[in-house]
């Protein structure tokens, strides 16, 4: 049971601490001062949805997101959620690729190159089916959890300034509701694929109060850290930086790698997502099926992708809101039915 309930928590952390989060730069733009009534929204609204959306996988056997959406939000609203989910993991997939090709540019690797290294190991991660995720994971996220807690701890540890903080001061509490909601689409993709796995409630509590409890300690130390240098922050693109900036040289090659790392396992989270909804229709191997997603998103890494993000992401804040409350009220629907 602790074992399997790892595996998933590490999962759930995977899909989440994607580059956005590491960087602080999702971190800063949802939070920031008087946050900390958000960031407890946050984390007991993220177990909420965790639990239930591993709940109905599993009752459900499911190998993708398809029977969830349709317990979550209807048999009509579905089908579009079935197309919005393609489309947001398609996009944010894409994106990461590029992203990918970008962040190795700082070895002088060209931006084509970086494509393909990141490409090339998605369709070797693949090779091993959906346990090859899991277990990436189960090795990459705790040295990402543990570096991030060692260089936030010791940067609030060594701040001679003292963070202001008020329990009435509390304006900021919708942000826990809409960070949520940011990431509800991959958690549902990702969860969904593992259904048949999954096999009791033990290890679901284990996952989703253990991902809750470490996105939210480390959500608030790290918003408190961005609060403590939020006069540099402007000067960096990636807030991370700010904070380290007086490290050494080879602490900041590290995090790069890092970030790069955690582009990675974005991607990854986005093509299981993916190919777990299509592999029924189309019985191939996964790696085959992740090569084709790659072969078609390839070219979309060449575009200019803000205008794209710009229509599509306010679309799916909107979409993840209403899924998001769905998700909440399902315990008392299915209370109130059963």
């Not at 009509?76 to 079935?82: C, E």
């Not at 048949?196 to 989703?208: P, Q």
Request: contains cysteine; positive net charge; charged residues 10%.
């Amino acid at each position: 049971m602790w074992k399997s309930g790892f595996r998933w928590m590490f999962l759930i952390l995977g899909t989440v601490i994607g580059a956005g989060y590491a960087s602080g730069r999702e971190l800063w733009q949802f939070f920031g001062s008087e946050s900390g009534l958000a960031i407890l929204l946050f984390t007991l609204f993220f177990i909420i949805s965790c639990y239930v959306i591993l709940q109905i996988s599993s009752k459900e056997q499911t190998e993708h997101f398809s029977p969830v959406l349709r317990k979550l939000v209807g048999p009509r609203a579905s089908y579009l959620y079935n197309i919005v989910m393609v489309v947001y993991l398609f996009t944010t997939t894409v994106v990461m690729l590029a992203g990918g090709g970008a962040a190795l540019q700082v070895f002088s690797i060209p931006y084509w190159g970086g494509i393909a290294i990141i490409c090339t190991l998605l369709i070797v991660l693949f090779v091993y089916d959906v346990k090859g995720m899991v277990t990436v994971n189960v090795v990459i996220i705790p040295i990402i959890v543990l570096t991030l807690a060692y260089v936030l701890i010791d940067a609030v540890l060594n701040s001679p300034d003292v963070i202001p903080t008020s329990v009435l001061k509390q304006s900021n509490w919708p942000a826990g509701f809409t960070f949520t909601a940011l990431n509800i689409l991959p958690l549902v993709a990702v969860l969904s694929a593992i259904g048949k796995e999954v096999k009791g409630k033990g290890e679901i509590i284990i996952a989703s109060v253990g991902s809750g409890v470490i996105l939210g300690v480390i959500s608030l130390f790290y918003n408190q850290t961005l609060i403590l240098v939020q006069s540099k922050l402007g000067l960096f693109e990636i807030p991370l930086f700010a904070i380290i900036q007086s490290y050494p040289f080879y602490m900041l090659f590290f995090m790069t790698i890092l970030l790069w790392v955690a582009i990675y396992t974005t991607a990854a989270s986005g093509l299981l997502g993916l190919v777990t909804r299509f592999r029924n229709v189309v019985p191939i191997p996964l790696w085959l099926m992740c090569l084709l997603f790659i072969l078609l998103m390839v070219p979309f890494t060449a575009v200019g992708f803000s205008v794209l993000v710009a229509i599509l992401y306010p679309l799916f804040g909107l979409i993840n809101l209403y899924l998001l409350v769905c998700i909440l009220l399902y315990p008392i629907k299915n209370r109130e039915s059963s």
